[in-house]
Nanobody, 115 residues
């Protein structure tokens, strides 16, 4: 059974940075596509960034050039470095891990960007 725990959310001002970390518990970490999604009230959950088991990275259009995802295979973590944050980045950020046998979600962490 896979468990995902997010950390690193908080309140920041526009232009500042935050780093989110997702810690994966379970087996076969490198067989999963692991990434970050975000959701605001009334809006469908959207992809922020993810990384495949083979290391291929995808970014959602709103964050390209500002956010960076990376993975530590030894620690079984996937982190999201968020730079130059904007108020529009305010959302609950969820870690997701998926492969053919399952689709798992963390509990979410709040990111608020406000002056």
């Amino acid at each position: 059974q896979v468990q995902l725990v997010e950390s690193g959310g908080g309140l920041v001002q526009p232009g500042e940075s935050l780093r989110l970390t997702c810690t994966f518990s379970g087996s076969f970490f490198t067989t999963y596509r692991v990434g970050w999604y975000r959701q605001t009230p009334g809006i469908e959950r959207e992809l922020v960034a993810d990384i495949s088991g083979g290391g291929t990275i995808s970014y959602g259009s709103p964050v390209k050039g500002r956010f960076r995802i990376d993975r530590d295979v030894n620690k079984k973590t996937v982190s999201l470095q968020m730079n130059n944050l904007e108020p529009e980045d305010t959302a609950v950020y969820y870690c997701n891990a998926r492969h053919h046998a399952g689709d798992f979600w963390g509990q979410g962490t709040q990111v608020t960007v406000s002056p």
